[in-house]
């Protein structure tokens, strides 16, 4: 290997980041309990560099480091910068949750970073194995992280349930890998993918087999139905800051490493794959929104949301084309802030000994909160799709992906789903608004905490009025990652 | 200035709404009406010129503009009326001036956000009027759905939830089936979320079928149409009086200017076609619900039901395909001045509805009787809006029955007789409640105690009267305002769009 071909200026953001974090890691052991505010600046400090950085670098083309394992190109980068910013949301939203229930400790922000540094190696991996470490340092922090709260018996069986099923479920990654692998001879995307350009039949049913597999692993990574035990559960037990880490930043990476694995280096199989992301999609819009119904904590509902929207995901990556990719990009993008809106309002209501979790707790917000009422209903009506919020534009946007496919009742099928999916985000709105409240709750965060909250929510809107920026930037991003 | 008209007629309300909403709590709800009060006379104003500027001699778009707004895809801020939807702009203007005038002493908690709700809905639905691109037409055609959902559930009566939960859902449904319609339009049409391409759009028998199926959900549930009307009454009943006179005056007509703007322009042969669909759901509609309304014990019931028989004439009228091509040109001008009248008419109904209810607390037609003894007044005004629901000559609900019955009979003879027995139930539900309700000895004692209407109530009462009466006797500045559309529109739907 020569330093040309380590190039390792294209990971220079990673590089950053996994030395700021060490160097957190260090830092905090000599800061004691009372003066943890500078791990927590010091973590923020870290992403905003980081964040620097890979806008700094951004450049519509491909740039390859580490041998041919890892690539910086406009669909990674931006991926990136929004995983930073979901990130970042999380330690300014969990804060004062995490001074109220003892676990605002210098692991959570370690983890939470190292958990990031594993979703940028997943947008970036272009090698099965990278692609496999990336994800592996995000599960590992993510298990240990939903067990952060030790003393909580839901915290730890959220977390051993986690741990058991990823654990199973990147068994089922590597071994559908190793097929792919035994098929073609690489292990690198782009050569996975000539390969199989050239010599389709040749071991074309150990490749299929193979992405079987590969495809469970995805789903799983992903929370789509049938692999979506976890999520409820896990999405309930965990702390409400990790929750939003969950529930956030890694659907952007889990996208990213199904655009690599499905798109890029099994693109030949695109037909086959097709059909059993229908499937997926298919389940996980209908159950998802179904279960949704039933529940009674606004954690396991957004649970079920969150599945649903999976299947929405689903749906843009399956079109198989750069419309749908772009499609899903933009999906994953903003449903990633506005998860981030949604717990940032449960965590704000949240206070010492009151988790603010159950949908009763919502009673009559509008008439003690007005503000973050109205908060929260964008961050509502944008889930069920409603105009003028970004989520009617990221739902437009797939539905148009599919139907250019020709697959009408597949579109159809989906806005059913989102019309079973608006009555569960209209049933929070009816508790703020319609509502007589049972307590007058206090909110908790920092004014800081706070603003960008409002910045966030009010976000939703200011893309969903002026969609065409981020829209066309992703689409660019696409095209230009994607030479199809 | 004259550039903008249209942009003024949707954002005034909307800014106005926020500026109310900014202005906080209920503390300051003197203040908030006065702003709101002004909000709505302003986006009143700036929808005058509309009428004065308008050309008549013209059947095409007028008060254009055009800005691309999401250019990825090709969706464009395309707005302009025409004819047929100018009239809608100004009525939802007026109507929200008017529910401001009504809702000033009523609404007593949250002010603020209750005109600021009606504020904002009105730019939303002047938007959707306006609107020439489907995806406009459609993000303000759904946005208007979160103030009348909160309205309905903040404001209503007792079963408020349900009703706001069922109202939003059900419109929801059919809206998103047309988003997939729209959709599938853009492609056929190369790429284009104008209106006016899928206008001209050639298609094929099976997709014209399937898309007015989607546009039949999403305006017939609107309108509504039997048998998905069932979430009006429910609606109408737990509304606060305001939420009633919109939902009547302007949202109903939305979905019947749907069917003018989409459905039988984009899916004429369809249209013809299945016309006998609407046909028939329509004459249910005007006979079955006359039946209905006839046996309701609540007032607001009452007029809500009337409002579906009469949304039942608008449909009719849209429909009638004489000798199996064209449209009736009677029938269609007939069923928009019906629109237009029964925004005034039944605006008045609810608001007339709302004066008594919010003296005696009840809806009821048996806890009232003798009112007249004591609001001489309001008894005079209540008896010419009833006249006029009942289709009285001289009153705006004349013209626009009488002009869809002529049209019937060129048609078909039996589609008139049936019409026309909306005049005879009409006259029955109606009459029979102002009979019990405003006549006889005095019922009880909340109804001794009643005072006539104050000065705000007669405002609302002589300007609506006006309108009511005005457009009864002379009615040409209506239909000249859509002569040319209408045939025009007639013309379009008369040229088969099948490949050849």
């Keep these: 290997m020569t330093w040309t071909s380590l190039n390792a200026w294209v990971a220079a953001p990673e590089i950053f980041l996994f030395c700021a974090t060490c160097v957190i890691l260090l830092l905090d052991l000599f800061v004691s309990d009372a003066k943890r505010g500078i791990t927590h600046a010091l973590a923020l400090i870290a992403l905003v560099v980081t964040g620097v950085l890979l806008v700094y670098g951004y450049s519509p083309a491909q740039q390859f480091g580490f041998s041919h394992m890892f690539i910086a190109d406009p669909l990674a980068t931006l991926a990136k910068v929004g995983m930073v910013i979901g990130v970042a949301l999380v330690l300014i939203y969990g804060r004062s949750y995490a001074i109220d229930r003892g676990i605002f400790k210098g692991e959570l922000y370690s983890l939470a970073l190292f958990s990031l540094l594993g979703m940028m190696v997943m947008a970036s991996a272009i090698n099965m194995l990278t692609l496999y470490i990336g994800l592996e340092l995000l599960s590992l922090s993510l298990y240990a992280l939903v067990a952060l709260r030790r003393d909580s018996v839901e915290s730890t069986e959220a977390a051993m349930k986690y741990f058991v099923l990823g654990a199973l479920a990147s068994g089922m990654l590597l071994y559908g890998m190793s097929m792919v692998y035994g098929a073609t001879g690489s292990l690198n995307v782009f050569e996975i993918s000539q390969k199989l350009l050239i010599d389709h039949e040749g071991n074309k049913l150990l490749a299929v087999f193979g992405l079987v597999f590969i495809v469970t692993g995805i789903g799983f990574k992903l929370g789509a139905v ?14 409400t800051p990790i929750t939003q ?104 209501l949240a206070r010492q000994g009151f988790e603010a979790d159950r949908l009763d707790d919502y009673k009559g917000l509008a008439r003690n909160h007005p503000w973050f009422a109205g908060m929260l209903l964008m961050v509502m009506f944008s889930m069920a799709g409603v105009p003028v919020f970004v989520g009617f534009f990221a739902k437009l946007a797939v539905l148009k992906a599919v139907i250019n496919l020709g697959m009408v009742w597949l579109a159809v099928f989906a806005v059913a789903m989102s019309l079973v999916g608006a009555f569960y985000y209209l049933r929070v709105v009816k508790l703020m608004y319609f509502d007589e409240p049972e307590s007058s709750g206090a909110l908790s965060g920092s004014l800081f905490s706070r603003v960008v909250l409002s910045l966030n929510c009010l976000a939703l809107l200011f893309i969903g009025l002026y969609p065409n920026g981020l829209l066309s930037l992703l689409t660019d991003a696409v095209v230009f990652s994607l030479p199809l | 200035m004259t550039g903008q008209l249209l942009s003024c007629a949707i954002w005034v309300p909307i800014v106005a709404g926020l500026i109310v909403l900014a202005t906080g709590g209920d503390k300051n709800a003197g203040l908030q009406r006065w702003l709101a009060l002004a909000g ?11 009428y004065t500027g308008f050309d008549v001699a013209s059947a095409g778009m007028q008060f254009e503009e055009l800005r691309p707004w999401v250019s990825s895809f090709n969706i464009n801020y395309h707005l302009g009326v025409d004819g047929l939807s100018v009239w809608f702009v100004i009525l939802n203007a007026f109507t929200t001036l008017m529910v401001v005038l009504a809702g000033w002493q009523v609404i007593e908690r949250r002010v603020g956000q209750y005109m600021a709700a009606f504020l904002i809905m009105s730019g939303l639905i002047n938007g959707a009027f306006a609107a020439l691109d489907a995806i406009l037409f459609y993000v303000f055609f759904e946005a208007m759905l979160i103030p009348m959902y909160l309205v309905i559930g903040i404001w209503g009566g007792p079963r408020r939830v349900y009703a706001s939960i069922k109202f939003f859902l059900y419109t929801f449904l059919g809206s998103l089936l047309t988003l997939v319609a729209f959709i599938y339009l853009y492609y056929q049409a190369g790429g284009s979320f104008e209106i006016q391409d899928f206008h001209r759009l050639p298609l094929g028998m099976t997709a014209q079928a399937l898309v007015l199926v989607a546009f039949f959900f999403a305006f017939a549930v609107k309108v509504p149409m039997w048998p998905v009307h069932t979430w009006l009454p429910d609606a109408h009943v737990e509304a606060p009086t305001g939420g009633s006179m919109v939902l009547a005056a302007i949202t109903l007509k939305l979905g019947a200017y749907g069917f003018l703007r989409f459905a039988l322009p984009i899916a004429p042969d369809a249209s013809r076609e299945y016309a006998w669909v609407f046909v028939v759901l329509s004459l249910i509609a005007v006979v079955y619900i006359g039946f209905v309304a006839l046996v309701q014990t609540d007032m607001k019931k009452l007029v809500a039901y009337s409002s579906i028989s009469h949304m039942g004439f608008v449909t009719l009228g849209f429909f009638m395909f004489a000798r199996g091509t064209d449209l009736n040109s009677f029938a269609v001008e007939g069923a928009i001045v019906q629109m237009i009248s029964h925004g005034f008419v039944s605006a008045a109904m609810f ?33 010419l809006f009833a006249m006029a629901n009942a289709g009285l000559p001289g009153t705006s609900g004349f013209v626009g029955e009488f002009f869809v019955v002529l049209g019937a009979v060129q048609v078909n003879f039996w589609y008139a007789v049936l019409a026309a027995t909306t005049l005879i139930f009409g006259a029955a539900y109606t009459l029979w409640m102002y009979k019990r309700v405003i006549f006889g000895e005095v019922a009880n004692h909340h ?54």
Excluded at chain 1, 226 to 239: I, K, L
Excluded at chain 1, 304 to 329: P, Q
Excluded at chain 2, 358 to 370: C, E, L, Q
Excluded at chain 2, 456 to 467: G, K, M, N, Y
Aim: hydrophobic content about 55%; some cysteine.
């Design chain 2, 447 to 500: 109804v001794a105690e009643l005072l006539d209407v104050n000065k705000r109530e007669f405002l609302v009462l002589v300007i609506l009267a006006v309108a009511v009466l005005g457009m009864g006797l002379y009615p040409k500045p209506f239909t000249d305002l859509m002569h040319f559309s209408v045939n025009d529109l007639i013309w379009h739907v008369s040229q088969t769009k099948l490949p050849q």
């Design chain 1, 245 to 348: 880490l969950i529930g956030s930043a890694p659907k952007l990476a889990a996208f990213a490493f199904t655009i690599r694995l499905l798109a890029q280096a099994l693109e030949g199989f695109t037909p086959e794959w097709r059909q059993m992301l229908v499937v997926l999609a298919v389940l996980s819009l209908a159950i998802g929104n179904l279960t949704a119904i039933a529940q009674t904590n606004i954690k396991r509902m957004f649970a079920y949301s969150t599945i649903s929207h999976m299947g929405f995901l689903l749906l843009g990556i399956l079109v198989g084309s750069a419309v749908g990719y772009a499609a899903a990009f933009f999906y994953a993008v903003t449903y990633m802030l506005t998860a981030a809106a949604g717990f940032g309002v449960v965590m704000l």
């Design chain 2, 40 to 50: 709505a006379l302003l986006g009143f104003l700036v929808t005058i010129p509309l």
């Design chain 1, 226 to 239: 049938p692999f979506h035990m976890w999520v409820p559960d896990v999405y309930q037990g965990a702390p």
């Design chain 2, 351 to 383: 608001f007339c509805i709302g004066v008594m209810y919010d003296r005696v607390h009840s809806r009821k037609i048996a806890d009232y009787g003798g009112v007249a003894n004591k609001m001489p007044i309001f008894a005079s005004f209540f008896m």
